[in-house]
């Protein structure tokens, strides 16, 4: 089963048999493939439509520093082939708050990954300044909205004294027009590809069954807009239950080395630290495979 995406992670490199740190692992990536859409375009943009019905601001938010940079996403989409139809939802103001929210909006129904931008500041500084996040993994986008990026990960325990500064260097030196791919990956309790805090679903614990444990995957891009040079960062996401790893041993070993080793509150943060004694037992013992 594959939740969102049609292709399977390179699970040696996403999870290597190494002790848990936070990697970068870039490598070159191509933005209008990874937007384009896949076998399971209708299905994932039925259930976008529908987040996008129940609460708007949850999901879609756009602030005038973001104005700018939708309009060249919007450009660069047309471009790809990828643009969205016309909005519904546009006025017949000339306005360019209400056009652009509702063309934020339209992009967010049409694309099948979740997508933010980031803003360039004079002081050097990317900040998040909209986007559509449909599937966030438990967190939340009217919460990081205006953000610098470094204030966005404050709450990643070790994440910005190990890649704080190298993130910011990244982000800096991405050549204009091109794009860089990385994996992130999770676990979590069911294979609901929206995990919005508000929603309040169970998370992973002793009791959870491991046939409803799944391997939740962010692929990820960061594309230098030309113009604006802000940050196109796209977020497409793919769930493989835990029992897939039977077939990849490489990554059953480095899952259970990322968890006999990443620290406490790294596992509190990512909602593991209720299971992971067992989900080491299991993984010693084979019994996903």
């Known amino acids: 089963m594959n939740c969102g995406l049609?292709?399977?992670?390179?699970?040696?490199?996403?999870?290597?048999?190494?002790?848990?740190h936070f990697r970068m692992g870039l490598g070159p990536g191509n933005a209008p493939p990874f937007f384009a859409s896949t076998p399971d375009h209708d299905r994932i943009l039925d259930e976008r439509v529908r987040w996008l019905r129940t609460s708007l601001s949850d999901y879609c938010q756009l602030l005038p520093d973001g104005y700018t940079l939708l309009e060249e996403t919007l450009q660069l989409a047309a471009e790809w082939g990828l643009s969205?139809?016309?909005?519904?939802?546009?006025?017949?103001?000339?306005?360019?708050?209400?056009h652009l929210d509702?063309?934020?909006l339209e992009l967010g129904r049409s694309w099948e990954p979740d997508f933010?931008?980031?803003?360039?500041?004079?002081?050097?500084?990317?900040?998040?300044?909209?986007?559509?996040?449909c599937f966030p993994s438990a967190w939340s986008l009217p919460d990081k909205v205006g953000r610098t990026?470094?204030?966005?990960?404050?709450?990643?325990?070790?994440?910005?004294?190990?890649?704080?500064?190298?993130?910011?260097a990244f982000l800096q030196r991405i050549t204009p027009g091109s794009a860089w791919e990385r994996a992130n990956w999770g676990l979590s309790r069911g294979a609901k590809l929206n995990r919005h805090p508000r929603l309040n679903l169970p998370g992973l614990d002793e009791a959870t069954p491991l046939d409803q444990i799944y391997v939740r995957v962010e692929h990820q891009i960061f594309f230098r807009l030309p113009r604006t040079l802000g940050i196109l960062f796209g977020i497409r996401l793919s769930l493989?239950?835990?029992?897939?790893?039977?077939?990849?041993p490489t990554a059953a070993v480095g899952l259970r080395q990322a968890l006999e080793t990443m620290s406490e509150p790294v596992a509190q943060y990512k909602g593991l630290?209720?299971?992971?004694?067992r989900l080491i037992r299991v993984l010693c013992c084979h019994e996903v495979i």
Do not use: M
């Open 6 to 20: 049609t292709t399977r992670p390179d699970w040696s490199r996403l999870l290597p048999r190494e002790p848990y």
């Open 84 to 98: 969205p139809g016309p909005s519904s939802d546009s006025p017949s103001s000339k306005d360019a708050k209400p």
């Open 102 to 104: 509702a063309q934020c």
């Open 116 to 133: 933010l931008l980031l803003k360039l500041g004079e002081d050097g500084i990317f900040r998040l300044v909209g986007g559509v996040v």
């Open 149 to 168: 990026v470094a204030d966005i990960h404050g709450v990643v325990p070790d994440l910005n004294p190990e890649l704080g500064r190298k993130i910011d």
């Open 240 to 248: 493989h239950p835990l029992g897939l790893l039977a077939t990849h």
């Open 273 to 277: 630290h209720r299971i992971r004694s």
